[in-house]
């Protein structure tokens, strides 16, 4: 693991990555002050046309935003309505001066949903579609062209109007699929910025680092290729390296030759080279530099020198040595802002996974943001990542067009990170629905088409599909459906059916395991829907399965959806991870709950729960399990820190699991030793960090303590223990039970006739307020929502009220409403 305060550095580098590379290019972002509608127009006069101050004939109204922004940020996780796919609008004028004499001015995209049209003033000056990867379009004679008009000197003082129309509208031309397990989100999601480029620019610099098994040398290979280019072909390269520590090692000015389409630049040769590595995620530096008359244009690129290997039927190699992918996924996903993370959440999220032991992530289901991958290059995270080709089948001509280029646009714009070893083909492309043919073989054309390119546009990256066997012979690694104890089977089952895919294929990963679990609901025995699954190997995911009615009895459908169910799943999964040396990794799906329009009923609507942490950040119980196997930074963590009251027969033994990575832990409760465990993985559950005590009825003081060398671990918490038992649910009661400045968290309890808590109650509970506060909701978390499934018959939500009076109100479908008022 990386050491706390060299990941800081890492960090604080990085937040400044983007701004040195923008700077670079001359380049800077127009996040700021931009009008928004939500809706379409009837054309883009409507954009421009002068109206007056107060004007009521300028309706629509529009509002003021920054980017990065997503217009589904709420609607996409609000229970009560199919969140907004169309058109929506985004307009600005922007002061425009080149300092370049001929040069090029661009609006470069970073990402926009899903569809985009640019326009200057009137004139439509370029279009995109495709939600993920970058672009670019040249506003420069369209600028000159309105310079020269009235409106310009005049009604627009001297600035430039820039309208962007963009739309999410369902289109099963388009990719992705609108079957998908996630949102089509729309809006600029990902930053805008506005470059300056000399007459002789460079579009791309592609860096290819290889080097030998052992690293006793490293050869770089540099191509270029030109965006744009004056009158005169002449013009000079220089390319200047930089070791990690910013050492400058190597300068040269080659001679670029033209090689298949694009500009050779040399080779570079670096003795003994620092190897990138998760541990060790050594970054060089490559500023390839072009003259031309008297200007001169700068890229700079971060690559790492490392050696790749998949072993037949075995495992994966880095360096040279075998290296276990402990992995999860991530989706461009956030409460509250949907798509529009900023860079500081990336960042955030990302620290948190490598915190958590991941040093691979597979990129859900689409071209991720350039952050994303930056910090996977400086933390040390191998990367997956694809395109979204992802459920309904496969379409025309223009469909399949669409992802060729979103599969060239990924590797031309990603090839030069360290971080990525696999270019991702598909998902799930066995999952037919959106035409009325579907065709096997027409699927396998397109899928070797796909992989034909990829190895074409890059030799040195594997190509990966999940979940489509009759197309696994076609790519370098496959990873099959294996969901054992979720979807189908017990998780018991997981070893069994992972040797079994593993001698199918050469290469055999797997991502996507798992389940969900309704964040702050706990059980007392979390196995008991096990004793209704058949138990014949089966764990395969198939269509239907994900629907909480019908079929066969399976926990997704039959399971308490509690937090210690899928602690068990996981801690099996890992400790039987450890005994399989054949096993190239997996990835756990995903790091975060993210929103889905395909879950309408699950316990927080819209949301798909499988997440070890909640969709603001808000960890669960299982983060800790993964800490406990994929760490090395001490840790320790008693399970239920969200879990208020258990319950229990009187004097009855209840099991406390501490989940640590030290070597043995005490345990005490109510100030009693309970004695001391010794750590053993293989030793389920919690790796032998457990122990049977008998409670006593209220509250009881729980502490788990470890020394590690003079470093004391320690952990505490407070369980009331609940004997007495319940009837059915009938009321609601709703109290105010903490506040913090201007927010006030309020609890729902759901109780029988007689005023018990009912703490295996699952109803559903609804909020709502008026007065003079706001419910913080639609952020799909079991805390912020309007709608939600009771955990062990309680449901949380918060209230920002910064004066005067609000009354919240709490009902289930089977009580009337209560009401309760709170003042500040």
């Known amino acids: 693991m990386i050491k706390e305060n060299k990941l800081y550095k890492i960090l604080t580098l990085l937040l400044g990555v983007g701004t040195l590379q923008l700077q670079a290019q001359e380049s800077r972002r127009i996040d700021q002050e931009w009008d928004f509608l939500k809706s379409d127009l009837g054309g883009i006069w409507e954009a421009v046309r002068p109206v007056g101050a107060g004007n009521p004939e300028s309706v629509p109204l529009w509002q003021t935003v920054s980017l990065p922004h997503c217009y589904n940020a709420l609607d996409a996780v609000d229970p009560a309505v199919n969140y907004y796919q169309g058109p929506g609008w985004y307009r600005k004028t922007l002061t425009i001066e080149n300092p370049y004499p001929n040069g090029r001015t661009l609006l470069h995209f970073e990402g926009a949903g899903q569809k ?16 993920y990867d970058e672009w670019t379009v040249d506003i420069t004679e369209a600028v000159e062209q309105f310079k020269k008009t009235d409106a310009y000197k005049t009604r627009f003082k001297g600035k430039i109007p820039v309208s962007i129309r963009v739309d999410n509208s369902r289109d099963l031309e388009m990719i992705p699929s609108d079957l998908s397990d996630f949102n089509l989100y729309g809006g600029i999601y990902r930053h805008l910025n506005l470059k300056y480029v000399p007459q002789t620019a460079l579009e791309k610099v592609f860096v290819s680092p290889t080097v030998d098994v052992d690293g006793k040398q490293g050869v770089l290979q540099i191509r270029g290729r030109l965006l744009t280019q004056s009158n005169s072909s002449s013009f000079d390269v ?26 050779d630049f040399g080779k570079l040769t670096v003795k003994k080279p620092e190897l990138w590595s998760p541990d060790h995620p050594a970054l060089y530096r490559l500023v390839t530099i072009v003259k031309s008359n008297g200007q001169t244009f700068k890229e700079e690129s971060l ?51 490598k915190e958590m032991g991941v040093n691979f992530i597979r990129l859900g289901h689409y071209q991720q943001s350039r952050r994303v991958l930056e910090a996977c290059d400086s933390l040390g995270i191998l990367v997956w990542e694809e395109i979204p080709w992802c459920r309904g089948g496969l379409g025309g001509e223009i469909y399949q067009q669409q992802g060729k ?26 999952w037919p ?118 079929g066969a009895a399976r926990v997704s459908k039959d399971g308490d959806w509690s937090e210690s169910y899928i602690c068990n799943l996981i801690d099996w999964h890992l400790k039987e991870q450890e005994t399989m040396p054949w096993l190239t990794g997996t990835a756990y799906w995903p790091f975060k709950d993210f929103s889905t329009p395909v879950r309408p009923d699950n316990p927080v609507p819209y ?37 208020p009251v258990r319950w229990g027969q009187t004097d009855e033994a209840k099991m406390i699991k501490v989940y640590s990575n030290a070597k043995e832990v005490e345990l005490f ?49 407070e369980q009331v223990y609940q004997t007495q038992a319940w009837g059915k ?96």
């Not at 640019?118 to 495709?130: A, C, N």
């Not at 395991?513 to 138990?535: F, Q, T, V």
């Not at 927010?743 to 295996?760: H, N, P, R, S």
């Open 405 to 430: 280029r979103m599969l060239t646009n990924m590797i031309e714009q990603h090839y030069n990170h360290p971080s990525i070893i696999i270019w991702g083909l598909g998902n799930e492309n066995d």
């Open 729 to 824: 649910p009938t009321k609601l009661q709703v109290e105010e039970i903490e506040r913090e400045d201007d927010v006030i968290t309020v609890q729902a309890k759901v109780l029988d006739k007689d005023g018990i808590l009912c703490l295996d109650a699952k109803n559903w509970i609804y909020f709502d307020a008026t007065g003079d506060g706001e419910l913080i909701i639609d952020q799909g978390t079991s805390i912020g929502a309007r709608k939600v499934q009771a955990y062990n018959g309680r449901a949380l939500v918060r209230l920002r009220l910064s004066t005067g009076k609000a009354v919240v109100s709490g009902r289930m479908d089977e009580s009337k409403s209560t009401l309760l008022t709170i003042e500040k």
């Open 238 to 263: 220089e390319t200047q390296l930089y070791d990690p520590s910013g050492k400058l090692l190597l300068t040269q000015t080659p001679l670029a030759r033209s090689v298949g389409g694009s500009l």
């Open 669 to 717: 409760v109510n100030g009693e030793s309970q004695g001391i465990k010794k750590r053993n993985s293989q030793d389920f559950p919690a790796a032998g960090l457990r122990w049977m005590v008998k409670l006593r009825e209220g509250k009881n003081q729980i502490k788990a303590v470890s020394k590690n060398g003079k470093e004391l671990l320690t952990d505490e918490i």
């Open 303 to 353: 690559f790492g020198f490392r050696h790749v290997e998949f072993k037949n039927n075995g495992p994966f190699l880095l360096n040279g040595k075998r290296l276990l992918l402990q992995g999860t996924h991530r989706h461009e996903d956030h409460a509250a802002v949907g798509a529009a993370m900023t860079d500081a959440q990336i960042l955030q999220e990302m620290t948190m996974m």
């Open 116 to 131: 985009s049209t640019v326009y200057i003033h009137t004139q439509k000056v370029g279009e995109h579609v495709g939600g």
């Open 607 to 643: 949301v798909n729960q499988k997440g070890v942490v909640e969709r603001d950040f808000t960890k669960k119980e299982s983060y800790y399990v993964f800490q406990s196997y994929w760490t090395s930074k001490p840790m320790l963590h008693i399970y239920g820190h969200t879990w």
């Open 433 to 550: 629905g959106d035409f009325p043919e579907f065709d096997k073989e027409k699927i396998r054309t397109f899928m070797r088409e796909l992989h034909e390119l990829s190895h074409q546009l890059d030799p040195s990256r594997k190509t990966a599909i999940r979940r489509c066997d009759f197309c696994k012979d076609i790519v370098d690694v496959y990873s099959p459906s294996i969901w054992a104890g979720w979807y189908r089977g017990m998780y018991t089952d997981y070893k069994t059916a992972s040797t079994e895919e593993m001698k199918k294929v050469k290469h055999f990963l797997h991502v996507e395991w798992g389940g969900d679990s309704h964040a702050r609901r706990h059980a007392e025995d979390p196995d008991r829907a096990l004793a209704k699954i058949e138990g014949d190997g089966t764990t395969d995911e198939r269509a239907g399965d994900a629907s909480l009615v019908g």
